[in-house]
């Protein structure tokens, strides 16, 4: 096998010697049990931990139910769950014959999470790769999910085992890159975006999170974290700005009361405008699948 064979350097087969780069599909994605029926899946990623990957999923989520969409959120951050608490859910799901049943939001959002299953929101998760990647595989393969428009995979930071078991597992429809102004966030996400081509899985875009913060008094932006970096790393790897997102103090005192789906302030207006792109670029993919 070549050593520069992108493709085969992903595959299943690559261990066993068995892999032929002229037939080579990739690595094998999981099947949907017969309890679910989801349309689209797409993963919110950044390579870079603290940009706020979990707000901008639950956001994305709020957005999409509010739009009248039956959507579920499949929390991938085994070790460092926050899916749960900004939607105030502490249920523990219950089992449907051999199925897992997700957790619901008030407003019918549909959720699972590792920390749902733990005695204590604040006992640690202390698994290694394997493990934590079997994980997000029963999340997708034991869960009852239903009939979903939008399933949204809230993913870990870095790319290792779960980034990993999640592009090559399940039937991605596409990623959001999410990062903060800082160049140093910056850096860290370009890992993830050659990560996600390297495996072939397409990006959609990106969405800069903690853009700027609106002053209270005169509503001048005020850029926390330095200048942006987004418009350059953008050009440079030929990926639209779905959304650039300023730091709402009322997100945060919602987020921690469990609240998120009450929120109602600036950024709903990027998400409103990310959930339109979604649906015409994911539609558009559809009906290039169903002629081909």
């Known amino acids: 096998m070549p050593e520069n064979d992108e493709k085969c350097s992903t595959c299943k087969d690559r261990d066993t010697g068995q892999c032929n780069p002229e037939k080579c599909a990739g690595p094998s994605v999981l099947p949907l049990n017969e309890a679910s029926d989801i349309k689209r899946v797409v993963a ?28 579920g959120i499949l929390d991938a951050d ?34 699972m999470s590792l920390n749902l299953l733990l005695p204590q929101e604040d006992d640690p998760v202390i698994w290694r790769g394997p493990i934590l990647s079997s994980a997000v595989k029963q999340f997708w393969t034991d869960v009852a999910w239903g009939e979903l428009d939008y399933l949204i995979v809230d993913m870990p930071p870095g790319t290792g085992d779960v980034p990993l078991t999640v592009m090559q597992s399940l039937p991605l429809d596409g990623l959001l890159i999410v990062s903060s102004p800082q160049d140093l966030a910056m850096m860290v ?10 495996i072939n899985v397409p990006i959609l875009g990106l969405v800069e999170n903690m853009s700027y913060l609106l002053c209270p008094h005169c509503g001048e932006k005020i850029q926390l974290f330095g200048s942006s970096h987004v418009e350059e790393a953008a050009r440079k790897n030929d990926l639209p700005i779905l959304a650039v997102l300023p730091v709402d103090p009322k997100l945060t005192e ?11 302030g600036p950024s709903m207006q990027g998400f409103e405008n990310l959930v339109d792109f979604l649906d015409k670029t994911l539609d558009k993919k559809t009906k290039e699948r169903e002629r081909a």
């Open 254 to 264: 919602l987020g921690d009361a469990g609240l998120i789906e009450n929120y109602n």
């Open 44 to 71: 919110v990623v950044s390579g870079k931990g603290g940009v706020g990957k979990s707000s901008v999923s639950a956001l994305l989520a709020v957005a999409l139910a509010r739009q009248g969409n039956r959507v």
């Open 189 to 198: 996400v370009k890992k993830a975006i050659k990560m996600a081509r390297l």
């Open 78 to 111: 085994i070790t460092g769950p926050s899916i749960p608490k900004l939607f105030g859910v502490i249920d523990r799901p219950e089992q449907f014959n051999k199925f897992i049943l997700p957790a619901r939001t008030i407003t019918g959002i549909r959720l």
